[in-house]
């Protein structure tokens, strides 16, 4: 399974973990929800199913909604076949959320990652992130290296679009700095928490533990609805 593959699968069963779905509204999410498959295909989407229902991942059921299944068979056409995850699938999935290797914190990967942090371990979220941040710092330094040496041979253009490359990768190293003094901040709170009160579960997203952005970009009190990633593809380089 190539890199590409295995992301979509991790997609689309973080997905159906939530509720089963049918093809078109799991198409849908991935598009809306995850935006780093918007390109993606139905050509793309099914293969990738019938594996999953082939490794006893996913089941196929028919539609739930009688009326439904009637219309299709009088229109002759076949009913939506719903998508639901399989207790190995669940499995399989939770051991994909816990892992913490260097294909976790690249782009796209990451990015996928990301939008199910609510599901994902407090520690595993900060060895993700802290493993990203890594990777965009060495990737920031070889920019500036690069830029030192070739800032003379390029024209006006070429360099702009260069320092637009490098400003996008300090935005994102520096929005990753305040998810992890939040995930830190949210462990610390936890930790010196008075004898008696509620105890969070550790795989649920952190209360408390994102920044809020106010309107003129300055965070203030925290929110639990994730933020949005940075679009790696905006101006950054491998």
């Known amino acids: 399974m190539n890199r590409r ?4 699968e991790f997609a689309v069963l973080g ?5 089963p779905m049918h093809g078109y509204e799991l198409r849908k999410r991935l598009n809306t929800s995850l935006g780093i498959f918007r390109a993606f295909s139905y050509g793309t989407l099914y293969p990738c199913l019938k594996t999953l229902v082939a490794n006893g991942r996913l089941i196929e059921e028919p539609g739930s909604a009688p009326e439904d299944a009637l219309a299709a068979s009088l229109a002759g056409r076949r009913a939506k076949i719903v998508y639901r995850l399989t207790a190995e699938g669940k ?3 939770e051991e994909l959320l816990s892992h913490t290797g260097p294909d976790s914190w690249e782009d796209e990967h990451f990015a996928a990652r ?13 060895r993700v992130l802290e493993g990203r941040r890594s990777r965009l710092e060495e990737r920031l330094e070889k920019m500036r290296a690069s830029l030192a040496r070739t800032r003379e041979r390029l024209d006006d253009y070429t360099l702009e679009l260069q320092r637009h490359g490098m400003e996008s990768v300090e935005r994102e190293v520096r929005w990753l700095n305040e998810l992890i003094e939040s995930e830190r901040a949210g462990r610390d709170q936890r930790q010196s928490a008075t004898d008696g009160s509620a105890q969070q579960d550790s795989t649920s997203g952190p209360s408390g533990g994102l920044p809020r952005h106010t309107g003129d970009g300055s965070t203030g009190s925290t929110s639990s609805r994730p933020a949005t990633p940075p679009d790696p593809s905006d101006g950054s380089v491998n």
């Open 5 to 8: 593959s295995g992301i979509l």
């Open 15 to 19: 997905l159906l973990r939530e509720a």
């Open 91 to 93: 499995e399989h999935f």
């Open 114 to 126: 990301f939008a199910f942090f609510g599901q994902t371990e407090r520690e595993v979220r900060m």
